[in-house]
């Protein structure tokens, strides 16, 4: 079976760069986390505007449907349609009917599990399969790109006799994307990763280390490379861990994951080891971003498991693509690893991307009596090798 975020890589990773069309993407993803709503044009060149969910209010959505001309649908995933009882769905995003009755509070009790609202029925909505190429679909892979809960509202543009779509986009001040660009961001901003800061930082366990932080020229946010001593790629495979950011268990010590033990348990068996990389990945809560970690925990506390929080907010299990990864491992002259993991879904996808995983060095600490549960749940449902 193809784990979901291999399907989330295109077939062809060679294909060409559109720097302007990166920088939309960027300045759609700044509008949408404004509340301000973006144009999201489709393969057809049909136009609809999308409003984050967190965004919505009365005067929001009323403003919106002024602004477009039609009523809104709302746009959820697969895993949120199947979290709301709208059941098991084959298409990656369900779009709702907004009709009578629906309001700024019932859109919000649909997409965000956290406020605990009475179940309400759902049985007489209106609902249609979008695929991600649609309007639907990328303004929710928008959604998710601005870190934000993985839903919009989406209302199509019945553009004015005589209005073209430049002059609507102008008319409004709002930003056009298009649904492809949104859809290629990820892979594209990897690609064109730059390397943008290099120091010398001297570590605890590590004296001789460096930090290279790479960008993308988007102003996307940046990945970080920690050489530890001087690795070559000459000299065989490189020791290498990916590690993705968790400010909760690196920064602050939370005992709710196993991160800040493995980050400088990494740090201390590279150094031991003589050379290698700590790849630091911008990619908070496997992809999910910070805020919506923090929702989940709080889903979490109810009795959900990791994987369950992450599918009742409207996620996959495990957001996260590790091209970035390997694209900061080719710029520094690394094409074969031995790396620190206990996840198959990164070797499967670091080899996905061109590099050569040579082997698994196991990275396991002991519980600490408050992850059991994330730990056991990593092990049954994420197939770590424990
Ligand atoms: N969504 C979500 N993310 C979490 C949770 N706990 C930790 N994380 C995130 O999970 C990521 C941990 O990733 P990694 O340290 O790379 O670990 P891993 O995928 O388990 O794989 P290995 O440690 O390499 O075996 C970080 O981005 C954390 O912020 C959680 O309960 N929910
Ligand atoms: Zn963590």
Redesign the pocket.
């Known amino acids: 079976m193809t784990s979901p975020s291999l399907a989330k890589l295109p077939d062809d990773l060679s294909q060409p760069l559109d720097q302007t069309a990166l920088r939309s993407v960027d300045r759609a993803i700044g509008d949408l986390r404004r509340g301000d709503p973006v144009v999201v044009e489709d393969l057809q060149g049909d136009l609809a505007l999308a409003l984050s969910v967190e965004a919505v209010t009365p005067d929001a959505l009323a403003a919106l449907k002024l602004m477009a001309g039609s009523s809104p649908v709302l746009a959820v995933t697969r895993p949120r349609a199947a979290a709301i009882g709208l059941g098991e769905h084959q298409s990656p995003v369900v779009t709702l009917a907004l009709g009578g009755g629906f309001n700024a509070d019932t859109i919000h009790e649909l997409v965000d599990p956290t406020r605990r609202a009475p179940q309400r029925s759902v049985s007489t909505l209106t609902i249609e399969p979008a695929e991600l190429e649609t309007r639907e679909g990328a303004a929710v892979a928008l959604a998710k790109l601005a870190r934000l809960l993985p839903s919009a509202v989406v209302a199509p543009i019945r553009l004015p006799r005589g209005v073209t779509a430049d002059g609507f986009v102008a008319k409004h001040d709002l930003m056009l994307v298009r649904a492809r660009d949104i859809l290629d961001y990820q892979v594209h901003a990897a690609r064109t990763l730059t390397l943008v800061g290099d120091a010398s930082v001297p570590l605890a366990n590590a004296e001789n280390t460096r930090v290279l932080a790479f960008r993308p020229p988007d102003g996307g946010v940046e990945h970080l490379a920690i050489v530890i001593g001087e690795p070559s790629g000459q000299d065989g495979p490189v020791l290498v861990r ?8 690196d920064l602050l010590g939370s005992l ?4 800040g033990d ?1 980050l400088r348990g990494a740090i201390a068996e590279i150094s031991r080891q003589g050379s290698g990389v700590v790849l630091y990945l911008a ?4 992809g ?1 971003g910070l805020v ?2 923090l929702r ?2 709080q889903l ?1 506390d109810d009795g959900f498991d ?1 994987v369950e ?2 599918e009742m907010l409207g ?1 996959d299990a ?1 957001e996260r693509i590790y091209l970035p990864a390997a694209e900061m491992l080719r710029q520094l002259g690394f094409s074969r690893v031995r790396l ?4 198959p ?2 070797l499967r996808q670091l080899a996905r991307c061109g590099i050569e995983v040579v082997d698994r060095v196991a ?1 396991i600490f002991p519980s600490n009596g408050h992850n059991e549960g ?1 730990l056991r749940t ?1 092990a049954e449902r ?1 197939g ?1 090798m424990f």
């Open positions: 990916m590690h993705s950011e968790c400010f909760t268990g709710r994951c196993d991160c493995q990619q908070e809560g496997r999910i919506n970690k989940a925990y979490q990791t929080a992450n996620f495990d620190l993991t206990n996840n879904d990164k990275h994330y990593k994420s770590h």
